[in-house]
């Protein structure tokens, strides 16, 4: 996202959806707007590898919470 920062989710003011929690050390949490085509290719293509290269898997969580829900304008 730092490379194109267009697909970062963002706040009611317009600003990109960027969240020290205090439980990653000094890494802040970047958040992805769930609306843009390339983030949902990019979540479908990671599952996709991860399936692939560990396929013993029976599941795995995806969780998407309500910090930081993106308030952009874009439609899913
Ligand atoms: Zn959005």
């Given amino acids: 996202m730092e490379q194109q920062p ?3 989710g963002l706040n009611q003011a317009g600003d990109k959806l960027i969240y020290n ?14 609306s ?20 013993q898997l029976s599941g795995v969580q ?3 919470g309500d910090t930081g829900v993106c308030q952009c304008q874009l439609l899913p």
């Fill in 62 to 64: 995806l969780e998407t």
């Fill in 21 to 34: 929690f205090g439980v990653y050390g000094p890494n802040a949490s970047h958040h992805a707007c769930p």
């Fill in 36 to 55: 843009q085509k390339a983030n949902q290719e990019y979540v479908s293509e990671s599952l996709r590898w991860l399936f692939t290269t560990l396929p």
């Fill in 6 to 8: 267009e697909l970062y």
